[in-house]
DNA sequence: GAGCACTGC
């Protein structure tokens, strides 16, 4: 018990090969299936005594490793065999319009119908979702009698009738302008939150075939930018309609991993905006849907971006489809711009009037006088604020301080000398002044009526500084901290409930009795800097979308205050909008997503959407993918990229999932990729960090890698879930862990094997099937699976000089220089290193740039997994290096050695990635096997860098990355 | 010594 499973599996040393359990029980079975017999068994095996160096030279004598092309023929037959019949059945590749059915077609059609109740029988329930996609939208008179039936049935259901009578008092209700819907091609709706037209749009367009006998031509699909949403809205329709969600009713949805739908025709499916992107991938043409609505466009996120620009080009083909766009007031015209001038609708809002203070008006009520700052700034504000921002928000800085004088002097009318003095003192500090919050929320509580407060807060920082404050403040302020029922109950009377949140309160979190709202003016945004090609997040001004939307958050249940922290002259400056994410985001997978979906050339295409990225962005995405090789010199797709492309994650993500694919180590490669992809499992709960971090360098058991902790967490979570609930919870509990999260991450990795199998890269979907999982508890090999998934994100520890004292490392990247380990790694404090290398998936520019996440690598697998291999004399040193820039002494024949057999690697990876099967394991003496199990080998068996048949340059060599 | 928000047949 307590065992470190790493210590077990790299068992005594030098014996590294003999712990490993796949090999044992598959010698055996190889040898009796006489494939293993070619070379004479132990041939394909070094002798177990050697170690890293010796182990190359075995392998150099050793002439196997070359082979004879009719031998991999041989064992490529072999593999297919295994999967003839075994296919993943597909789904019928039908395209077809709306269309209504002639009469001598009925028969036909029915025995259609007949033959894809049978195929439903026998296919499992995805694939089921996937013919769901391809039902082609054809006539269905019976059906249509049905529906109108129904339909009238339901003015008699008391339950329907009590929600219509809410449903009538909805702004949208009145708007019953389905005819203008279905006389032009597009119409763009705008109006503002809770006019209803999310949950009254598709009724009334289904609602309207009904009635006119032709529900069975109705498809509406409703994209939602968020799961919950799609979700929630789906059950509320439902409701509405006096029905339940799904199971062939005629309202339901579709999220990753989860759906409950519809039945297929005469109904209304929310789901979100990447479903249907993926739809795409099956169906350009969306032949199934009549109506396809996209909802909260304003929102600009990148999903609905590249979606509109896909829809505008489908027109074309898709005569008959019918689009709506719901967005808000604010930017409604510039997507009817967009669509050739389409008609819009306008809903007027439906919340109640909301009183809106700007910052002199909060400092002339309260008297507020700021407090001089006792610490004196360490550098000039110039100098901190210009460091990283960015050219256009500089000028809007420029252009305000510009102002400041003849703004100041037009307050003087207004207010007093005092107030304009404190507003000048504010604006000296560019942090949100969180003595002025408390004086605010303790004026409310005091002076005005009952109702809670919501403050907005740009970040987790600002966050937990007010809670200390209100903390220790004296009555009547108390506030009870993380998210948990209490902030969407009722509080009980005579208690006030005051919300401090981020942006998540603008859209994801509904805290219902909120009538005062507090925006503190600033909005935490990441950013793709071009330049630097580095993503960054920083703390901006809000934009006028969201301070109305945080407004909006006062207004739910009577007429309400809000107060923007942030003067006059800084709200007249203020964007109508965020950038929208398409300009904000690496463009990577976007620019594999448009070629899988075939939508030509990857910048002409980009170049048609709403507000297209920059040259830039698109160039180093471009160029980024050309590097990995998921796109060749024409910007096709490689076969590596094809498969990239397929898998929904990042492609350095892919990478890493086909890769433990074919090293058979799958279920630890999955949850790793699963977490990078999604987010960690861990919480770190306020004031408890220090405990956190504890529990987390525990459970990494000395690996020195943040992606193994994940794995050892989630494995720990496996066997605690086996042993029950209660386990379960305390497990999570002790550990800090969020069972969601681990839930979701377990899904996903569910998908991810599916997509494997799919493509033919495992024999099985169960990704704890023994046969991918020969090498799963081999530490080093796992790290060699993450270089080479995320390689190059590769930086470079300089160790502490400081023998007696241990200092912690600096660390460093090519392209940044000195660079800091996340205080939340568990390498943060580390001042042990065996390697000078890490891997890193996650860097971003905060405070600082930090790595985010990172694993400790050795040069093996570097050498092996990283990129090119070049092999120099230089200054009487015989060096090699991956890619010339990570650099190794070592002699020319070793070198030469690890060439090689790099090389022997890579034309059996891209052989494995162009004909996807799984390398066959139980055949050592196969030529697939020698090459993998020579490289796993010495990358298990290399022990410590003294170990080496090279040494780390020394530092002095490599100080071009300072 | 630090964690805006989302999303994927």
Not at 83 to 111: I, L, S, T, Y
Not at 151 to 177: D, H
Request: proline share 5%; glycine share 6%; aromatic share 8%.
């Amino acid at each position: 018990a307590g065992q470190d499973v790493w210590d077990r599996c790299a068992g005594p040393s030098g014996g590294g090969y003999q712990s490993n359990p796949g090999w044992e029980s598959r010698e055996g079975q190889a040898r009796g299936g006489g494939r293993g017999a070619r070379g004479g068994g132990a041939r394909g095996k070094h002798p177990p005594h050697l170690k890293g160096r010796e182990i190359g030279l075995w392998y150099a004598k050793w002439g196997g490793i070359k082979r004879s092309e009719a031998e991999r023929k041989s064992v490529r037959t072999y593999v297919t065999s295994y999967f003839d019949g075994d296919d993943p059945p597909e789904g019928p590749q039908k395209m077809g319009k709306v269309a209504e059915m002639e009469p001598d077609k009925k028969q036909k059609q029915e025995q259609e119908e007949e033959k894809e109740v049978k195929m439903k029988a026998k296919v499992e329930p995805r694939e089921r979702d996937l013919e769901y996609l391809f039902q082609d939208l054809v006539r269905k008179p019976a059906l249509d009698v049905e529906l109108k039936s129904d339909f009238q049935a339901k003015a008699e259901n008391p339950k329907y009738l009590e929600m219509l009578k809410f449903r009538e008092t909805l702004p949208s209700y009145g708007m019953r302008e389905v005819n203008l819907v279905q006389a032009s091609r597009v119409v763009v709706i705008s109006g503002e939150t809770g006019c209803g037209k999310t949950t009254q749009v598709t009724q009334f367009i289904l609602d309207d075939y009904i009635q006119r006998g032709a529900g069975s031509l109705c498809r509406v699909v409703c994209t939602q930018p968020r799961r919950i949403s799609a979700i929630s809205v789906a059950e509320r329709v439902a409701a509405e309609r006096a029905e339940s969600v799904g199971e062939g009713r005629s309202c339901g949805y579709q999220i990753r991993l989860q759906s409950r739908l519809p039945r297929k025709q005469g109904s209304v499916l929310y789901c979100t905006t990447g479903i249907i992107l993926q739809w795409l991938r099956s169906d350009p043409c969306l032949s199934s849907i009549s109506h396809l609505v996209l909802d909260e466009v304003h929102e600009r996120s990148l999903q609905s971006d590249v979606l509109l620009a896909v829809v505008r080009d489908l027109l074309h083909s898709r005569e008959d489809l019918k689009v709506v766009l719901m967005s808000a007031t604010l930017n409604a015209e510039k997507f009817s711009k967009y669509f050739d001038n389409c008609p819009m609708i306008h809903i007027p809002g439906y919340t109640y009037p909301v009183e809106e203070y700007l910052l002199e008006d909060v400092v002339e009520m309260l008297r507020f006088r700021p407090q001089h700052q006792d610490r004196r700034p360490r550098f000039p504000r110039s100098f901190l604020q210009n460091q990283w921002t960015r050219p256009e928000k500089e000028a809007q800085e420029a252009e305000y301080r510009q102002s400041w004088p003849c703004f100041a002097r037009s307050l003087r009318d207004r207010f007093s000398d005092d107030t304009i003095e404190a507003l000048e003192r504010l604006d000296e500090d560019d942090k949100i002044n969180l003595d002025l919050i408390v004086a605010l929320i303790r004026h409310i509580v005091m002076n005005e009526d009952d109702g809670a407060i919501l403050v907005f807060l740009p970040g987790w920082d600002n966050i937990s500084g007010l809670n200390d404050l209100l903390m220790h403040a004296p009555d009547p302020c108390r506030v009870t901290m993380p998210l948990s029922d209490q902030v969407f109950k009722r509080p009980p009377a005579g208690v006030r409930k005051i919300v401090i949140a981020t942006n998540i309160a603008e859209t994801s979190i509904t805290v219902d009795d909120v009538v005062y709202v507090i925006d503190g003016g600033k909005i935490k945004e990441t950013h793709f800097d071009t330049q630097n090609n580095i993503s960054t997040m920083a703390a901006e001004w809000v934009s006028l979308a969201n301070a109305k939307q945080r407004k909006g958050r006062a207004g739910r249940v009577s007429p309400g205050k809000c107060y923007h922290l942030y003067n006059g002259l800084r709200a007249s400056l203020l964007d109508n909008y965020q950038l929208p994410e398409i300009q904000r985001t690496p463009l990577e997978e976007l620019c594999l997503q448009i070629k899988i979906l075939k939508l030509g050339p990857i910048a002409s295409f980009l170049r048609k959407t709403l507000d297209p990225p920059s040259e830039k962005a698109i160039e180093l995405a471009i160029t980024h993918l050309k590097d990995l090789n998921a796109l060749d010199r024409s910007e096709e797709l490689t076969p590596l990229g094809f498969h990239l492309a397929r898998l929904p994650v990042e492609p350095h993500i892919g990478k890493m999932i086909l890769f433990g694919a074919l090293l058979a180590c799958l279920d630890p490669v999955l949850t790793i990729a699963a977490s990078l992809s999604f987010k960690d499992p861990f919480c770190i709960p306020l004031g408890k960090e220090k405990l956190a971090d504890h529990r987390r360098k525990i459970l990494s058991k000395n690996s020195k890698s943040d992606h193994l902790t994940i794995v050892n967490a989630f494995w720990g979570w496996e066997d605690a879930k086996r042993r029950g609930y209660k386990c379960e919870r305390e497990f999570c509990w002790d550990n800090f862990l969020s069972a969601n999260t681990l839930q979701m991450l377990h899904n996903m990795k569910g998908q991810f094997a599916e997509h494997l199998w799919a493509a033919g890269f495992v024999r099985s979907k169960d990704l704890k099937d023994s046969s991918a999982n020969i090498n799963s508890e081999n530490e080093k090999l796992l790290k060699a699976v993450i270089v080479a998934g995320l390689y190059p994100k590769v930086a470079k520890i300089r160790p502490s000089l400081h023998k007696k004292r241990p200092m912690p490392v600096k660390v460093y990247t090519k392209a940044d220089g000195k660079v800091c380990i996340h205080p939340k790694s568990v390498n943060a404090e580390e001042t042990q290193f065996h390697y000078t290398w890490l891997i890193y998936h996650l860097k971003m520019r905060t405070s600082s740039i930090f790595l985010y996440d990172c694993t400790e690598v050795s040069p093996f697998s570097l050498l092996f997994f990283g990129g090119d291999i070049s092999i120099q004399k230089d200054q009487e040193q015989e060096t090699i290096a991956v890619d010339e820039w990570i650099v190794f002494q070592s002699p020319a024949r070793i070198a030469h050695l690890v060439k090689n057999l790099k090389r022997e690697l890579d034309v059996l990876l891209e052989e494995k990635i162009r004909q996807p099967r799984p390398v066959d394991w139980d055949d050592r003496g196969s030529s697939d096997c020698a090459v993998i199990s020579a490289i796993i080998d010495l990358i298990t068996t290399q022990e410590s860098p003294s170990e080496a048949p090279w040494q780390e340059r020394s530092w002095k060599a490599g100080q071009h990355w300072d």
